[in-house]
């Protein structure tokens, strides 16, 4: 059984997996891994991956030299099941590799884009040869939030946007349906771009924030929220392959 370790910009993840398949999660602090003893405790992992994008703390390093088994540490000298064209290596987040590494290994053969709705919005595109070529970040929908209250004089920090009709019909719906509906355009048209340049491209939809699309955008989206997880999970069995 495997331990996956995803320290994300708000939280980290701990997803044990059986195989390929993810049995179990549990979300914890990304400055302390403090579950990581109990979910330890609670499977019988003999090996471990940690991929992070956000700092790894004293305390931390602390729990990982605790743990019983092996952990690979995702860096980008880490060898990969696909062939990676990103022209800076150095600087792609474990978390935007993993992500394709996910999704081509569910459907290897086919153009894939990846888009993950977390703190960043970012697009990955895997095509149909295993070539990660690069993708997008933007804002995430808190960050967007964040920024209209810190920028601007007089317009509130909305932590919620419940009400989001198609105008804005006061402040507080002014600025939910102008950054639902701005990063709902956002994806539509990426996608699209994607799909004129790329023949039966599948689309992938994960992170933590959900928006609307119209029928013909949903139907192409397959959700899954353990894509960044299941690719950090098959780089660990491949390089496992490699020993």
């Known amino acids: 059984m495997n331990l996956v370790i995803d ?19 549990l979300k914890t602090s990304n400055d302390t891994l403090e579950a990581l003893p109990f979910f330890c405790q609670k499977h019988n ?24 088994f092996p952990l690979l540490r995702l860096t980008s000298q880490t060898p990969i099941p696909i ?42 595109f895997i095509n149909s040869e295993g070539e990660y070529l690069g993708g997008f970040i933007s804002p995430g929908l808190q960050m967007r939030l964040k920024a209209l209250n810190m920028y601007t004089a007089s317009l509130p920090f909305i932590k919620d946007c419940d009400n989001v009709p198609p105008i804005g019909f006061d402040t507080t719906t002014s600025i939910c349906s102008g950054v ?21 491209l599948l689309v992938f939809l994960t992170g933590g924030d959900e928006f609307h699309f119209d029928s ?28």
């Open 83 to 124: 062939k990676n064209l990103y022209k800076t290596p150095e600087t792609l987040g474990c978390d935007r590799l993993a992500a394709a590494i996910g999704a081509y290994s569910q459907y290897p053969g086919r153009n894939i884009l990846i888009i993950d709705a977390g703190t960043c919005l970012t697009y990955e």
């Open 216 to 243: 013909q955008i949903k139907n192409i989206i397959f959700a899954d929220k353990y894509i960044v997880p299941k690719g950090l999970n098959r780089i660990l069995a491949y390089n496992n392959e490699l020993l």
């Open 7 to 25: 320290i994300g910009n708000t939280l980290a993840k701990l997803v044990a997996f059986d195989g390929d398949e993810p049995i179990d999660e």
């Open 45 to 68: 992992f003999s090996h471990g991956i940690l991929g992070s994008v956000y700092r790894i703390t004293d305390k931390v390093e602390e729990q990982l030299k605790k743990l019983p």
């Open 180 to 200: 639902i509906h701005g990063i709902r355009y956002e994806i539509e048209g990426h996608i699209q771009f994607f799909q004129s340049k790329y023949e039966h």
